[in-house]
């Protein structure tokens, strides 16, 4: 089973590229391109996650987020190029429709299940609390901020004030990765006694298969970008055409990119490595703020490419009391079902206030 898996992940993103060179020529189907886009999205958090088994915890979901992140801000980028004026609002709203999944739908869903199946589950405090933070000061930063600064009319900010809040946001996430990585790397640490999943104990890959892994995860993180960029026009014919906010794009994006990590989460908490859990969401989160909104600003102002960040004030109430909430769930070091509960009421509540704003 685990060779056939290997088999089809090294496979994907030939099929990509194969895919990429016919759509030169013919005119492919959409779905085709989306099946695709899956597989090689798939694919590519498989890798990720192979070469994590070898460098270790937290290095393994320090890489598997950054590696999501790229992928996610390449979908972005892709979309405001082919979306123009109309997708401003684009980068805003996959960032925060990434920062609502992760808090709410995939934290509330692993403490849920984690609870049903062992009742209670404990994690580090100290590391969970750093980053919610973090993610504290990027999103009010980055989402909030703009709409209560007066050099530009909200939700805009003016280039310097841009520039200034890119460069301390990505300042801040790199710190932020080296207290995870170095300082205090054991705050991140699962804890092992309660690990009761055989892949914890499991050989790590060789030298061999990670240096295959690490060519195949820049071989589907390169047609990723290049099929979101095929795929544009589609989602935003689809989005239009069920008459549908635009922000449900940033959702389609966050939710696609997201997918193949929450499941790596959800198989975490089920094994009762609830911290393997937070790592992997906590760290997306921070890495979808920490690094897009800087290469996002950067291409608006290299680029003259204007971008709003602002959110409006449902989203802002919603941002604020997924952060409250998130921090009194998660600042005891044990979890119940109750927390799950809380957590996914607040994402039920998000996703039809934006299908029905």
Avoid at 23 to 33: G, H, M, Q, V
Avoid at 89 to 116: E, H, S
Avoid at 180 to 186: A, E, G, I, L, S
Avoid at 242 to 258: D, E, M, R, S, T
Wanted: glycine fraction near 8%.
């Amino acid at each position: 089973m685990g060779k056939a898996l290997l088999h089809w992940t090294s496979l994907a993103p030939a099929v990509a590229w194969l895919l990429l060179a016919f759509s030169r020529s013919f005119s492919l189907p959409s779905e085709l391109i989306g099946l695709g886009l899956v597989g090689t999205v798939l694919a590519a958090v498989h890798h990720a996650e192979l070469i994590a088994h070898r460098v270790g915890e937290p290095f393994g979901t320090l890489l598997l987020a950054i590696a999501v992140t790229v992928i996610e801000l390449g979908l972005i980028i892709t979309l405001m190029a082919a979306g123009g004026e109309s997708a401003t609002t684009l980068a805003r709203d996959t960032v925060f429709a990434a920062v609502m999944i992760i808090l709410n739908g995939l934290v509330g869903t692993c403490i849920l299940i984690g609870a049903i199946r062992h009742k209670e589950q404990v994690f580090q405090q100290t590391g969970v609390s750093a980053s919610l933070a973090t993610i504290c000061a990027l999103t009010v930063l980055t989402l909030v901020l703009p709409n209560f600064t007066t050099s530009e009319p909200g939700p805009v900010y003016a280039p310097s004030q841009l520039g200034f809040v890119a460069v301390v946001s990505f300042l801040l996430y790199i710190t932020f990765v080296a207290v995870q990585t170095v300082r205090h790397r054991d705050y991140f640490l699962p804890d092992q006694t309660v690990a009761a999943d055989h892949e914890v104990h499991a050989d790590p890959p060789s030298n061999r298969k990670t240096l295959i892994s690490s060519v195949l995860l820049v071989a589907c993180l390169g047609a990723v970008v290049l099929l979101a960029k095929a795929l544009a026009p589609p989602i935003e014919s689809a989005v239009a055409a069920a008459g549908a906010p635009i922000a449900i794009a940033g959702v389609i994006i966050a939710a696609l990119v997201l997918l193949p990590e929450s499941v790596a989460a959800v198989r975490a908490a089920l094994a009762n490595r609830l911290q393997t859990s937070l790592n992997l969401g906590l760290g997306s989160a921070l890495a979808a703020i920490g690094l897009t909104i800087p290469a996002v600003a950067a291409l608006s102002l290299v680029a003259e490419f204007p971008i709003a960040l602002g959110l409006d004030t449902k989203s802002a109430v919603l941002l604020f009391l997924t952060l409250v909430v998130s921090t009194l769930s998660l600042g005891t070091g044990r979890t119940t079902v109750l927390q799950g509960a809380v957590h996914l009421v607040i994402f039920a509540v998000y996703l039809f206030t934006t299908v029905v704003p």
